[in-house]
């Protein structure tokens, strides 16, 4: 006899009990195994200052989805968990809780007792948010787990720096770098937040050399790096400048000579169409300052200050020091006007201060080399095969866009805490890079001199995690993990960072390992709030996963996010969305409740088998039409789910298993079969089939929902595992984690039988609907006739199919002829091919009310449409609004035009009736 299940489905009692379980066990654990094709997954790693968001939650439902899929397939699965040492975000953090705790900066604290405290922080604080990933479910092999600075990782990192050194791939320059002055470090482009900052344009007068009462106006939203112009650019097309170009301008306040240059990126719409130059301070001049030869000059000072180029302004902040020179040209004349301006000002996200483009000595690796092989990774050969697939393909556009275009990356970072740069330099400079910190009195190996010092600065954080394919599997060792589980196979990743991380980790695994690193990148959607804006901290509209957790379950929200991410859509999410997956997760524990709670004699039946006869039932042997019926759904849900996680459609998996079960399982399988439980209808041998079938389905629902609800479903097929073990004469396996994938039969598919069965309900769904439509009291027992078109249509409805109909649709009778005569007083619904059903109605509605009832529908209907289409010619309306918004009001007018249409047959139906 099964264990009784509780009646309510409570989440919170179980999420912990079966994850420490599949734990315990070593349930997750990748063992290498010969006999195995391995399927390996490297998470992306979460930064270790990070905190579950609803991006994560999303991202690793799917990789679990995956590869919990994987492993009930027979796959050697490695899932391999991590966390990144995030260099700025960590620092920021610690020197935060300095400051609050001990009233001291990490300067004055020193090099070496800054990082120790970034350690004990780290030790503390680093795995909450891996601890949140179990919470999750996450079938990670948690005895794998890397960190980006951990032994085996760093001696990677080395390796790869001096291997680019000695290659000439890596190099100090002195280029146009991202500037952080209150962090005081180059930043890389993922780092940066561009935000709308309302501000203002200022047209500045640039006199004319030797015509001091001439002027070529110039607007700009930066002032104050006016001290590093060296050009003032114009269109060459453009016809108002045509007669300066080459002549020369005096910068104002400084008093130095300038060119106005032609230059084709110059905006002819722009302000005045001149332009400034500022070469060491905008990349867009720098580009143009390269071009033209211009000098370059660098105004600031790395904390934000004016240099000795400002003058009079020297060491005034930048802010601070725009205000007080715009004053100052105003009063001699030189500013023209003022405008309001709004631009977007790219920010630092770590400081939140505005990022400045700034000339910096700086490391950087060459980048068009190491290109090449991952451009072709995902270019499609003569056959149209790719190494590298991207789902959707369309994100491989951005991919292949940056890297067609890409420049040298500057990997070097003015902090403490990270990959410090494997460099050393004697007395004169010189540098080496090596793999091992050298050791005390170790000479240059060019100059044979004492090396002095390491290179202060760290590397790019994203200089170890593109490495993070293999070196967490043991590179540059050539371990047996890296052997077999190399290269990997499925990476899921948000959009935002295809060319920083993504196409990073192809370069980097073609140049030290010769091959790509995996061979799908999926792109996952965009979680937006309510409204279709980004969540964000700022603007407080994020949701929390483990408040949700709390509220819904965890299966609940990992059933909901696939089921609203459609390929190539964002998500737009609230709270009450989770109730979907929620509502599904009840009506599987109720149906598998019911299900199981009619299984207390299956044991004994069994038991007075033959041997042959529990073979028969084992193999699956079906007599019934309803069990023909949903052995028949279950192959096809099979087929369907299999594929689509094949193809990574995790939507549309959600989505068939959904249905499959709601639909085809609980609303019409269960409800047909009760009869054959409850009241012994066609014998004991009939009961005992519809059990077997039973456990045989039920037993298939939770093995492919496993993948996306796991809880909920181990919780149910440990109950159901004793009435496996008594129909299959066998030890089920330990967990649903190490289960069998179901596998789909083409003679287990019962298409006759289906067809059979969806005419039945194709009959019952009208009647319904015709009692719906008339509110007919759902006990208010009526009569029904089936006219068919043909004799095959009629054996399609035997007696048995006929008495469900009836059960199901509570009618008193069903007659079912070749070209039945419709009765006087009755409601129709055509089937199609010349089928229909019809309701005698005769003395069960008061025919004038439901003429009043239809008619106003009908003119509430109208009321609706109208409005509807009033808003949708308002042009104003249809162009300003939101275009989501609008096609939404015309999706509704059509829905309601349809629904029109019904309630005006009804009210000609029924007033046809009245007039018998």
Not at 78 to 86: E, I, M, R, S
Not at 408 to 426: A, E
Not at 814 to 817: K, S
């Given at each position: 006899m099964p264990a009784e299940m509780p009646p309510r489905f409570q989440p919170g009692t179980i999420e912990t009990k079966w994850y420490e379980f599949w734990t315990d066990h070593e349930l997750f654990k990748a063992v290498r195994d010969i006999r195995k094709k391995p399927f390996s997954i490297m998470i992306p790693p979460p930064n270790v200052t990070?905190?579950?968001?609803?991006?994560?939650?999303?991202?690793?439902?799917?990789?679990?989805?995956?590869?919990?899929?994987?492993?009930?397939?027979?796959?050697?699965?490695?899932?391999?968990?991590?966390?990144?040492?995030?260099?700025?975000?960590?620092?920021?953090?610690?020197?935060?809780?300095?400051?609050?705790?001990?009233?001291?900066?990490?300067?004055?604290?020193?090099?070496?007792?800054?990082?120790?405290?970034?350690?004990?922080?780290?030790?503390?604080?680093?795995?909450?948010?891996?601890?949140?990933?179990?919470?999750?479910?996450a079938s990670c092999d948690w005895s794998r787990t890397r960190f980006t600075m951990d032994e085996g990782l760093t001696r990677a990192v080395r390796e790869s720096f001096v291997k680019l050194w000695h290659k000439g791939l890596v190099y100090r320059g002195y280029r146009m770098i991202n500037w952080d002055c209150k962090l005081q470090t180059a930043i890389s482009d993922d780092e940066i937040e561009t935000t709308e900052t309302r501000g203002h344009l200022w047209y500045i007068r640039y006199p004319i050399k030797d015509q001091p009462e001439k002027f070529v106006v110039v607007a700009t939203t930066r002032p104050e790096t006016m001290f590093g112009d060296t050009a003032v650019a114009v269109n060459p097309d453009d016809e108002r400048f045509s007669n300066l170009v080459g002549k020369h301008l005096i910068l104002p306040i400084v008093g130095r000579e300038i060119p106005v240059i032609a230059d084709d990126s110059v905006n002819p719409e722009?302000?005045?169409?001149a332009v400034k130059v500022t070469p060491g301070h905008d990349f867009n001049d720098y580009e143009r300052g390269q071009r033209h030869n211009l000098p370059m000059i660098n105004v600031l000072n790395k904390d934000g200050t004016l240099n000795e180029q400002g003058g009079k302004y020297q060491g005034i902040e930048r802010l601070k020091a725009r205000k007080q020179l715009v004053e100052e040209l105003d009063g001699i004349g030189l500013i023209e006007r003022v405008e309001d301006y709004t631009n977007n000002v790219p920010h630092s996200d770590r400081s939140k201060t505005p990022v400045e483009p700034l000339l910096s000595e700086q490391w950087f690796v060459k980048m068009k080399e190491l290109a090449q092989p991952a451009i072709a990774d995902v270019k499609p050969d003569e056959e149209g095969k790719r190494e590298i697939t991207f789902v959707p393909e369309r994100w491989e556009k951005v991919y292949l866009?940056?890297?067609?275009?890409?420049?040298?990356?500057?990997?070097?970072?003015?902090?403490?805490?990270?990959?410090?740069?494997?460099?050393?330099?004697?007395a004169d400079g010189n540098a080496v890079a090596l793999k091992e910190d050298p050791a005390e009195g170790a000479l240059h190996p060019d100059s044979g001199k004492p090396l002095v010092r390491q290179d202060d600065d760290v590397l790019d954080t994203w200089a170890s995690s593109w490495l993070w394919p293999f070196s967490t599997l043991g590179w540059p060792e050539k371990t047996a993990d890296l052997g077999y589980f190399y290269p990997t196979h499925f990476l899921s990743t948000a959009r935002d960072i295809?060319?920083?991380?993504?196409?990073?980790?192809?370069?980097?695994?073609?140049?030290?390992?010769?091959?790509?690193?995996?061979?799908?990148?999926?792109i996952h959607a965009t979680v937006l709030d309510a409204s279709g804006q980004r969540m964000s901290k700022t603007k407080g509209n994020g949701i929390d996963p483990l408040v949700m957790f709390e509220q819904w379950g965890v299966d609940a929200v990992r059933l909901t996010l696939p089921l609203l991410t459609s390929e190539g859509q964002d998500i737009k999410l609230s709270e009450s969305k989770f109730e979907m997956g929620r509502n599904f997760c009840n009506k599987l524990w109720n149906a598998s409740r019911f299900a199981i709670s009619n299984l207390d004699d299956f044991e004994e039946?069994?038991?007075?088998?033959?041997?042959?006869?529990?073979?028969?039932?084992?193999?699956?042997?079906?007599?019934?039409?309803?069990?023909?019926?949903?052995?028949?759904?279950?192959?096809?849900?099979?087929?369907?789910?299999?594929?689509?996680?094949?193809?990574?459609?995790?939507?549309?998996?959600?989505?068939?298993?959904?249905?499959?079960?709601?639909?085809?399982?609980c609303d019409w399988y269960l409800e047909v079969v009760k009869p054959r439980?409850?009241?012994?209808?066609?014998?004991?041998?009939?009961?005992l089939r519809a059990q077997t079938t039973l456990v045989r389905v039920l037993d298939g629902i939770l093995k492919m929902l496993h993948p996306i609800i796991p809880f909920v479903t181990e919780e149910i097929w440990q109950t159901l595992r004793p009435m496996l073990a008594v129909l299959r004469g066998d030890t089920p396996e330990l967990s649903l984690v190490i289960a069998q994938w179901p596998k789909a039969s083409k003679d287990r598919l019962f298409e006759p039988e289906q067809k059979r069965f969806a005419f039945m309900q194709d009959v019952t769904r009208a009647v319904r609907n015709i009692r719906a439509e008339h509110s007919l009291d759902p006990k208010t027992p009526i009569e029904g006739v089936l006219s068919v078109s043909d004799k095959a249509t009629l054996d399609l409805l035997g007696e048995a199919e006929r008495d469900t109909v009836c059960k199901l649709a509570g009618l008193s009778s069903?007659?079912?002829?070749v070209g039945a005569k419709k009765p006087e007083a009755s409601a129709t619904v055509v089937l199609g091919n010349g089928n229909e059903v019809f309701v005698n109605?005769?003395?069960?509605?008061?025919?004038?009310?439901?003429?009043?009832?239809?008619?106003?529908?009908?003119?509430?209907?109208?009321?609706?449409?109208?409005?509807?289409?009033?808003k949708l010619e308002n042009l104003n309306y249809v162009e300003r609004a939101p275009k989501d918004v609008v096609q939404r009001d015309r999706d509704r007018v059509s829905e309601l035009v349809t629904e029109l249409e019904r309630i005006e047959k009804h009210i000609e139906e029924v007033k046809a009736m009245a007039k018998r």
């Open positions: 990070g905190v579950l968001h609803m991006g994560h939650a999303l991202n690793n439902t799917l990789q679990d989805i995956v590869a919990r899929f994987k492993r009930m397939q027979g796959f050697c699965v490695l899932w391999l968990p991590g966390t990144d040492h995030a260099g700025i975000a960590t620092q920021a953090v610690v020197e935060k809780k300095l400051l609050a705790e001990q009233k001291v900066t990490r300067n004055e604290l020193g090099r070496e007792k800054f990082l120790e405290e970034v350690w004990k922080w780290k030790d503390e604080y680093g795995n909450r948010i891996l601890n949140q990933l179990k919470k999750l479910g722009f302000g005045t169409g866009s940056w890297l067609e275009n890409v420049r040298d990356w500057c990997i070097s970072r003015q902090l403490w805490w990270g990959h410090r740069i494997p460099v050393w330099y004697d295809i060319y920083l991380w993504v196409a990073r980790m192809v370069m980097a695994s073609h140049e030290f390992m010769d091959e790509k690193p995996f061979s799908t990148v999926y039946a069994i038991g007075k088998l033959s041997e042959t006869e529990r073979a028969g039932l084992n193999e699956g042997q079906v007599v019934e039409l309803e069990d023909c019926f949903i052995e028949g759904r279950f192959t096809n849900a099979v087929v369907d789910v299999t594929d689509a996680l094949e193809r990574y459609k995790f939507n549309e998996a959600a989505q068939a298993m959904y249905h499959f079960v709601w639909d085809d399982f439980l409850y009241d012994g209808k066609g014998g004991e041998r009939s009961k069903l007659t079912v002829a109605l005769e003395g069960l509605i008061d025919y004038a009310m439901e003429l009043l009832r239809l008619e106003a529908n009908q003119a509430k209907l109208t009321e609706g449409i109208n409005k509807l289409k009033r």
